[in-house]
Nanobody, 119 residues
Framework: QLVESGGGLVQPGGSLRLSCEVSGFTLDHYAIGWFREAPGKERERVSCISGADGYTTYAGSVKGRFTISTDNAKNTVYLQMNSLEPEDTAVYYC??????????????WGQGTQVTVSS
């Protein structure tokens, strides 16, 4: 089970931290990613982290602004989002994939959390 939280309404330039509490999996054997979906846009893989060694990847649209991390003791994945832009508005999903790297998005999905960036 994956439970996301931390979404909400924020002004441009603001910050949010998303959390994904994972149960039923031990994070150090999986790749965990954050994906987002916005109306009229293709699904985008925002970021991915390997639970095995912490290797991270980011979409070009968020690189330098977002940071993914894990707390394996709490079995929780975080996405720190800074310098938010209206284009970041989307439903954000946490996904656990049964591979160690690259987050293909074919594994287990959470229910999503809405992020809205607007003044």
């Amino acid at each position: 089970q994956l439970v996301e939280s931390g979404g909400g309404l924020v002004q441009p330039g603001g910050s949010l931290r998303l959390s994904c509490e994972v149960s039923g999996f031990t994070l150090d054997h999986y790749a965990i990613g954050w994906f987002r979906e916005a109306p009229g846009k293709e699904r985008e893989r925002v970021s991915c982290i390997s639970g095995a060694d912490g290797y991270t990847t980011y979409a070009g649209s968020v690189k330098g602004r977002f940071t993914i991390s894990t707390d394996n003791a709490k079995n929780t994945v975080y996405l720190q989002m800074n310098s938010l832009e209206p284009e970041d508005t989307a439903v954000y999903y946490c996904v656990v994939d049964n591979v160690e790297y690259f987050c293909p998005g074919t594994g287990y999905w959470g229910q999503g959390t809405q992020v809205t960036v607007s003044s």
